[in-house]
C-alpha cells in the first residue's frame, strides 16, 4: 500500500503542479528540433520516450486506464487502442498541418483524466444508468492525446528535410516511453492489490485522480481564456 500510495501520490502531485513542471519540449531539445537538418531517428526516438515519460496527464490516463484490468491480455488491448489513437493524430496532426489549439487538447487531456477516474468510481453506472463503452471512450481520449502531442512538435516548426522519419522515430520513442512507465505503474498496482484493503484504497486513489484531472482541465481552460496558445 505505502509503495502503490506514494507512486500515485508523486503522479498526482505533478498533475496538480501542472504549471511549473509541464512537460512540453523546450530548452536545448527544442533548439535541436528547430534546428533539425535531416532525419535524426536516435535523437526523435529519445525525445519521444523523455515527452510520454514525463507527461505526468498522459500518465494519469494510462493508471486510470490499468487500474481495474487484471488480465495482462485486456491490458495489451487497451493500451494498444490508446496507442493507435494517437499515433493516428500525432502523424495526421503534423503532416497535414491541422492546427488545435494547444490549451484547448490540453484541457481535453485533462478532462480524459477525470472522465476515466469516474469511470473507475461506478459513476456512470451509479448517476447516468448507462456506461459509455470503455474502449471506444479510450480510443476518442487517444485521439486527443495524439493531437496534444502533435502541438508540441508544431510549435517547434520540425524542418522538413527528414520530417518523416523523425516523426516516425519520435511516435515509436513515445511508445517505448509508454512501455516503461506503463510498466512500472502496473507492477507497483499488482503489487498494491495484494494488499488489504486495497479497494477501499482504490476509491479515494481515483478520487485523487479525478481531482487532478479537473485541476489541469480547468487551468488550461483558464490559459485559454486569458489568451494562451
Not at 512507465?181 to 485522480?209: D, E, T, Y
Request: net charge positive; charged share 10%; glycine share 12%.
Amino acid at each position: 500500500m505505502k509503495i502503490g500510495a506514494a507512486v500515485l501520490l508523486a503522479v498526482v502531485f505533478a498533475a496538480l503542479c501542472g504549471p511549473a513542471i509541464a512537460h512540453g519540449i523546450g530548452g536545448s531539445d527544442a533548439a535541436f528540433v528547430a534546428g533539425a537538418s535531416g532525419p535524426e531517428p536516435v535523437a526523435f526516438l529519445y525525445l519521444g520516450a523523455k515527452h510520454m515519460v514525463t507527461g505526468y496527464d498522459h500518465l494519469l490516463f494510462i493508471l486510470g486506464v490499468i487500474f481495474f484490468l487484471y488480465r495482462l491480455r485486456d491490458v495489451a488491448l487497451y493500451v494498444t487502442v490508446f496507442s493507435i489513437g494517437h499515433s493516428i493524430t500525432l502523424l495526421a496532426g503534423v503532416l497535414s498541418g491541422i492546427q488545435v489549439n494547444a490549451s484547448l487538447v490540453d484541457a481535453v487531456i485533462g478532462l480524459s483524466v477525470a472522465y476515466k477516474a469516474f469511470d473507475n468510481l461506478g459513476g456512470f453506472d451509479r448517476l447516468v444508468g448507462w456506461r459509455p463503452d470503455p474502449k471506444l471512450a479510450v480510443l476518442a481520449f487517444g485521439l486527443v492525446h495524439g493531437f496534444g502531442l502533435a502541438t508540441k512538435l508544431q510549435a517547434l516548426n520540425i524542418p522538413k528535410p527528414g520530417l518523416i522519419a523523425n516523426l516516425v522515430a519520435f511516435n515509436i520513442g513515445v511508445e517505448a516511453g509508454q512501455l516503461i512507465a506503463l510498466s512500472l505503474m502496473l507492477a507497483v498496482v499488482l503489487l498494491w492489490r495484494r494488499r488489504p484493503g486495497f479497494a477501499r484504497q482504490a476509491v479515494w486513489a481515483n478520487a485523487l485522480i479525478l481531482t487532478a484531472g479537473f485541476v489541469l482541465m480547468d487551468y488550461h481552460l483558464i490559459h485559454f481564456a486569458f489568451g494562451g496558445a
